[in-house]
């Protein structure tokens, strides 16, 4: 078995299912949810976006509080942190616009986070802050919130390898 690293971004597109499948984690490895964290107090976000009705994550305010952290670290903005590897979940994108219209987004809200999803906004982040070396990348659609806590703990223990670039939306347009 390989050695684990020390800390595992888990980003993607809101409604990927980041925070469903890092929380069938938690029993095995440290998982921090950092939009939690963000909400839980006002020194972790700078203004509100008026216009997204979501607040603006302070990233320095939020790396000082972390210190020295070990675990997953489970958000859209995970991949912006220090870490090892980042796994990127995806989505189809009509599916992920259904899940979002069902968790009450409007519709311009999940049209606008289908289109970043088709754009591989999210990854394209990722591998321009971390190289194509450290980012797995996991299309989500149709897996059970088990079967992606299980691909998110592969690379974790290092039995998956590096995969930036394997998942394709484009279709959607």
Known sequence: MSERPLRVAVPG????????ATGLLADEYEVIH????????????????PERGSLVADIE?????????????DSHLSHLFTVDRVVVLRCAPGVLEDRLRERGESRE???????????DVVLSEAVAEH?????????????????VAGAIA????????PSAGTVDF???L
């Not at 597109?13 to 469903?20: F, N």
């Not at 809200?109 to 754009?119: C, G, R, S, T």
């Not at 190289?131 to 919130?145: F, I, K, N, Q, S």
């Not at 592969?154 to 390898?161: A, F, L, Y």
């Open 131 to 147: 190289g194509l070396d450290r980012v797995y990348e996991v299309d989500a659609t149709g897996m059970t919130p088990e079967a």
């Open 34 to 49: 950092l939009n939690d964290l963000i909400k839980s107090d006002e020194k972790f976000w700078t203004t509100r976006d």
């Open 61 to 73: 305010a939020i790396a000082a509080h972390l210190g020295d952290w070990s675990g997953i670290l």
């Open 154 to 161: 592969d690379v974790v223990e290092g039995r998956r390898p």
């Open 170 to 172: 484009t279709d959607y």
């Open 109 to 119: 809200k999940a049209a606008e986070n289908a289109e970043a999803e088709v754009l």
């Open 13 to 20: 597109t809101p409604g990927t299912g980041k925070s469903t």
